[in-house]
């Protein structure tokens, strides 16, 4: 009871955290300080709220009733809610205190408020949704998110391309929600068919999901849920959503809110009592998609915060094959599948929450410090500011699943779930078969982009004049970024105690009625890979700190510059661009990712100076659905004239349908 | 643990440490003799070692610290990689259920602090270098895994100690085509990660088709030193891998395995040797397509499996 309570709390506080600042002038503080304090007070709260609710044992339901038909308002923490409010209470709360520098009212007296308010909004929402238990309080819950991370995106409405992006956002998440609307509607229809009653509550799902309605209801929600989580296909809106709102908004964004799809499949996955084999196929189909494409697609960004947005299309994708993994077990009668494929797609929300988080407010300092989001016109950052590209290195080697921090736990999880299935004599082999070795190929693609990014905007000199002056940010926005690369080490490390809590929350996935599942530690090496890593980590520290010395002994401080192989004048602008170093592995995908090209004309025998430019484009969004809707809009022209922005003739059409409906009963 | 796997653990460091260098002396032995002349010493890679540790650093006023971690990262988690292959049948000092992962894995963190200390020079040569490096690397995974797919399901273990161990003697008699298909796949891998001909060449003195050692051009001395010390760990280990899956070491006196194991490591490199001495290097436009074959040839291996 006390967490249920918590939460409501923590929602109510953040609901409101930003409405105080309303009532002051725009000019000054307009109460910042007591916005930051109330979302800290509420995420420590939701925080506690989800610890007592993991490691504290029992939860009980919060119910009153309801008016709203179908609706009840019951609410409760479970261990699968918990794992991801503590989540949302960690970033929306480091990220409250990062905009206290990153985006004070007295830099942005035109939008500064109206982002407090909603972001405020937005954390109650998320919060509100993953502990609903009936279907109408999560849409409530759900369209409060959706609807301010509408305004979040488009903070900067006053720039075309932000208002661009902001419109496209609301397009999809319309869609999402539409699905979702048919899915909720589908679970009552089928729900009362059986017998259950029409009531949304999360307990009369599992009826309707095992009714012959089951499989549409299933497509709605891989619909609906894999919208917001940005899985390929449906990732059209994330992108540039998350390139162009405020820094810290992007890392609620990346790190919670498109995980809220993820919740939403997950929920639904663990109220099927026995789905069938083919939502499993499906899952690990659309991982495999969303892995592979999402960071070929980042290798090709020239945008820092584009690119990143693109790797969380990637990591979408791992999650999803690890959930896959995990149906597949639960439809074959396989739990150390169900384990070993939870565990690792919900430990991989976590961690990307944790070092995508710290990417986005890394990629925020810089752009705070140089004032563009061009990879290639930075370069050297990594002297100007050490502590923000040490950060931002940490993240990107978390990032990469590489030792000793984070993704490597997760990716274990679900490589060993992958093998397991590989490795079995029904048809699953082929999910594992193909799931493992497109996971090794993300993975190592994810090294070439993210040694790329490091690289082109910390490493070499300064490509332009932008990050002559950059410096590392003030504490408000290093300490939030310190404590996410502290959580990436702490998984990596302490994935003993992490599993723990993985197994309290896999229990709940399969539900009280099943037998208990192994233990994740009993299938899973979590002591060896932390002890392993952490030797790691000790021989590189031993092994830099000797050369480091010995450099420090004998070289004379340095006097030049690289030797360039003798070249007398070289200029920052020679060095290896991150497009150039992405050009190959381009061009081995170009027949899906389209790249242009737009090449200099070079004529006679001293040519003039000419310039080069390429970008790789949504090949989804350009040339699928801006197509196929400007097709749509040719055809469908003739139903124009009902749509004329008369709100009475609306409302009359309404009144209308409702009058057809009640009749049609 | 018992004295006697003490033992075979401290031999297995000390292989790990100490043999390295000495491929490399053989692979260039094996090269001067088909080029007819008469090489330096087989000895002669652990005498550049000690010679380049005696030397000073020089550092380009460009570099962080990121130019020196490269180096020592590389060699790092080569060596952790090591720790997990098991030697001459012989079990690995640390094996766990996933521990392929981590081997391939802490390879990466390598790949990306190498790759990284060279973007950190700023030079042109040393970023086109980088970028081959990830960019073949890209490639040459999948043939990896798949190839590990073919170990674990045909021995039905996830522990390289087991899969290319014990195991491995029994799997031949009963998958052996999809071994061979594997055998075949990762000696490309292994060329190719390790810089050698008909991928790379190490001896070659045009900056502009290096892959390799156009990363570590600007590094001199003891950084050097280490560098190189670490590039002949990974064929060592690479090597190792290819040894335990087609001389599969169990049944046989366990202390003969490793007289046996070092035989079969220096006579590895002689192949190298003879790889490298009687072929052209390919363009590098061809190198991406011999990879992806090489990935294809290890999932044919996989398909073999499935019955």
Known sequence: ?665 | MTVIAVAHAVIHLLLVLALPPLMIGVVNKTKAFFAGRAGPPLLQPYHDLAKLLGKGVVLSKTTSWIFLAGPAVGLATTFCAALLVPLGGHAAPVRFDGDFVLFAYALGLGRFFTVAAALDTGSAFEGMGGAREATFACLAEPAVFFGMLVLARSSGSYSLSVMMGQAVTAMWSTSSAALAAVLVSWFVVLLAENSRIPFDDPNTHLELTMIHEVMVLDHGGPPLAVILYGAAMKLFVFGAVLIAVALPGAGRDPWLAWAVFVGATLLLSVVVGVVESVMARLRLPQVANILIAAGLISAFGAVLLVR
């Not at chain 1, 959503?241 to 992007?250: C, L, M, R, T, Y």
């Not at chain 1, 999803?320 to 599948?337: C, I, M, P």
């Not at chain 1, 430019?613 to 469908?636: C, E, G, I």
Request: glycine content about 10%.
């Open chain 1, 1 to 665: 009871m006390v967490s249920e309570w918590l939460v409501v709390t923590a929602v109510v506080i953040s609901a409101l955290s930003g409405v105080p600042g309303l009532l002051s002038p725009r000019q000054g503080p307009a109460r910042e300080r007591l916005f930051t304090g109330a979302m800290t007070v509420a995420a420590v709260c939701a925080a506690v709220a989800a610890l007592v609710a993991l490691f504290g044992g029992t939860s009980q339901e919060l119910s009153a009733p309801w008016p709203v038909p179908g609706g009840q308002l019951a609410i409760r923490v479970d261990a699968i809610s918990a794992m991801f409010v503590l989540q949302i209470a960690l970033l929306a709360g480091l990220g409250a205190w990062y905009g206290l520098a990153y985006w004070p009212q007295r830099d942005h007296p035109r939008d500064g408020r109206k982002l407090r308010v909603f972001y405020g909004a937005v954390t109650a929402g998320m919060l509100l949704l993953v502990v609903a238990r009936n279907g109408i309080l999560f849409l409530a819950g759900w369209e409060v998110m959706a609807a301010s991370a509408f305004v979040l995106v488009s903070t900067e409405d006053h720039l075309p391309a932000v208002r661009d992006t902001g419109y496209l956002y609301i397009l999809s998440t319309r869609a999402g929600t539409l699905c979702l609307f048919a899915m909720f509607a589908l679970l009552g229809a089928a729900g009362s068919s059986a017998g259950a009653g029409a009531d949304l509550h999360m307990d009369r799902w599992p009826a309707a999901l095992s009714s012959p309605l089951g499989d549409a209801i299933f497509v709605l929600g891989l619909c609906g849920f894999g919208l917001k989580a940005g899985a390929m296909p449906l990732h059209v809106w994330l992108p540039s959503a998350h390139a162009n709102a405020p820094s810290h908004v992007s890392a609620v964004m990346s790190g919670v809110l498109i995980k809220t799809g993820i919740y939403g499949l997950v929920r639904l996955t663990s109220l099927a009592p026995s789905p069938p084999a083919w939502w499993g196929y499906a899952l690990v189909a659309v991982g495999i998609l969303s892995g592979v494409l999402g960071v070929w697609f980042a290798i090709g960004q020239h945008d820092l915060k584009r690119l990143l947005a693109y790797h969380s299309v990637e990591n979408i994708g791992i999650i999803f094959l690890g959930l896959g993994v995990a149906v597949l077990g639960r439809s074959l009668g396989r739990s150390d599948l169900v384990v070993l494929g939870l565990a690792g797609s919900l430990l991989h929300v976590w961690n990307h929450g944790l070092f995508k988080g710290l990417l986005f407010l890394a990629a925020g300092a810089v752009v705070h410090a140089t004032g563009t989001r061009q990879i290639d016109r930075l370069g050297g950052l990594s002297r100007r500011m050490p502590r923000t590209s040490l950060l931002f290195l940490v993240g990107a080697v978390a990032i990469c699943g590489l030792p000793p921090l984070n993704g490597l736990v997760s990716e274990l999880f679900v490589y060993l779930g992958l093998f397991r299935a590989a490795t079995s004599h029904d048809g699953m082999w082929l999910a594992g078969a193909l799931g493992a070795p497109a996971l090794a190929l993300v993975g190592a693609l994810a090294v070439a982009c993210f040694v790329k990014v490091f690289g082109a905007v910390f490493l070499g000199e300064p490509r332009s004049a932008d990050g002559a002056n950059a410096h590392d940010p003030e504490r408000p926005m290093l300490v939030p970024m310190a404590i996410l690369a502290a959580g990436c080490a702490f998984v990596g490390l302490g994935a003993p105690v992490v599993s723990m809590a993985l197994d309290v929350v896999v229990a709940a996935w399969i539900g009280p009625g099943a037998r208990s599942a192994p233990a994740l530690s009993s299938m899973a090496p979590v002591v060896w890979i932390s002890a392993t890593s952490a030797g790691l980590l000790v021989v590189i520290v031993l092994l830099t700190w000797w050369l480091v010395r010995r450099a420090r002994s004998t070289a004379a401080e340095p006097a030049v510059g690289t030797w360039d192989c003798g070249y007398a004048a070289p200029s920052a602008r020679m060095q290896y661009t991150s497009s150039s170093f992405a050009e190959r592995l381009i061009a081995l995908l170009a027949f899906v990712l389209r790249p242009s090209v737009h090449p200099p004309k070079l004529e006679g025998l001293f040519p003039e100076s000419g310039s080069f430019h390429s970008h790789v484009p949504d090949t989804v969004l350009d040339r699928v659905l801006v197509p196929s809707f400007r097709l749509a809009a040719r055809l469908l022209g003739r139903l124009r004239p009902i749509q004329h922005g008369k709100l009475h003739l609306y409302l009359l059409y309404i009144f209308g349908t409702l009058i057809v409906l009640l009749l049609w009963r």
